[in-house]
């Protein structure tokens, strides 16, 4: 007899009962074993869902918050802090694309005179959404919350507007880009237009007071105009892209939101913005990483010969045009009600250089900036949006807001490189650039002017 019958029959138990309890010790340990492989799972899943797509989740917080009141006091605090005005006079602004290029430098400008700002930003991946990342915590290093949401969340915006009172709306949120258009055309309808749509709705319908809005649209609405230098009072019914058609149509929108609401909107026609944080996909950036990779740089020469030409406009002269906009807009003068007092200013202006330049002189500067020479593969321009070139006349906003850009080529892009050989650790000197591997290059097309 083995012994364990024997042990068994000593205790007095019999071989089968303590056989069946020793399978159910083992079906209980195995269990026990495949809960905590499903709660580590579970854990680790999260993790990943967090890591890349942190989007996603925060914006499930704020509709669960929204839903169940549970962190909802905090998210509303967070945004009052955030908005709240630090001095006498100053203004309240939501900023919607805050950690894009122009958002991030308006913000931060915003801030540093004393005003509060909330920002709203989608953080999506037309471009590196670690870029627009990093904006956000440099936004944050200074007080400054963005939040994760998308300027068509209509209960989002209601809410935003509700916990704080904002005085003004800087809308920059859009889909940028003028070629991308060919890939994803309905992006553009759904942040150009379905967007600006929804934040004039909340802005006029569930602020109270209303808040002034001031808002990009674009040097492209003069598409085929060749009447030059640019001049609002141009024709601007033929655009060359459907980004260009996005924006005009913007402009016909808020025509129609300041005659029915009462809301005062400024438009902002931006010419090639550039300069620190800039947009990857923007010709002067990405010809900055071609050059340090040691890829060629594509040249648009247009069909008659001639060099493409821009009027390259330095962020910090663009951001001033925005304040001096915000500083002037003058009230919104309609109700939560409908019923408008009377009318509210609608103006439309030119935020540019005044001086168009050859896009090789462009890569010439940076080519001198970055201490190598660019391989360069020049094509006839494709006639599937860019124009062959841009020429602001800023008489307008000069007069009206102050605005004078100051700054040249030169000086800009000098302070674009230093960023850049900063931001991704670009050895300009040893000659080992490592920024082609480093700012993670997606295929996509650039865009001269945007
Ligand atoms: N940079 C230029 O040269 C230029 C020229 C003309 C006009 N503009 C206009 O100026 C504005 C700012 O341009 P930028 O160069 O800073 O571009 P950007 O792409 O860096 O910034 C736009 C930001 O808006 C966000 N966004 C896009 N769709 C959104 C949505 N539905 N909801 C919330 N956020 C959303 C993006 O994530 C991005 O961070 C845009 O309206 C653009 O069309 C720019």
Redesign the pocket.
Known sequence: MPAGVVDAAAKGVRPERRAAGAKKQLVSASSHLLFRATVLATIALVVLFAAHYPSLLSRSYILSAAAYGRGAASWEREVRRSAAPRRDGALSVLV?????????HCSLALSARGDGVVG?????A??D?SL?RA?QRLLASRGVLVLD?????AALLERLLAAARITHVL???????VRHALRAPQ?YV???VA?LVALLEAAARHADPQPALV??????VYGLNDDAPFSEDHRTDRPASL?AAT?KAGEAIAHAYNHIYGLSITG???????GPW??P??AYFSFARSIVAGEPVTLFRAADGAVARRDF?Y?DD?VRGCLGALDTAGKSTGSRSGKKRGPAPLRVYNLGNTSPVPVTHMLAILEKLLGRKARKRVVTMPSNGDVPFTHANVSHAARDLGYRPATSLEAGLRHFVDWFVRYYKVDVGGGSADAGKTAKRKSMPT?A??
């Not at 919607?96 to 991030?104: C, I, K, P, W, Y």
């Open positions: 919607t694309g805050a950690a894009g290029f122009v958002g991030l709203l930003d989608n953080f999506n037309y471009y959404p627009k904006r949401g998308d300027v068509n969340d809308h920059l949120a859009a889909q940028a880009g992006a759904a942040a150009n967007g808002w990009a649209s674009s040097s492209s980004y924006k902002l026609r931006f010419f090639t913005v550039y800039g947009r996909d923007m406009t962020v663009v865009s002017a945007s």
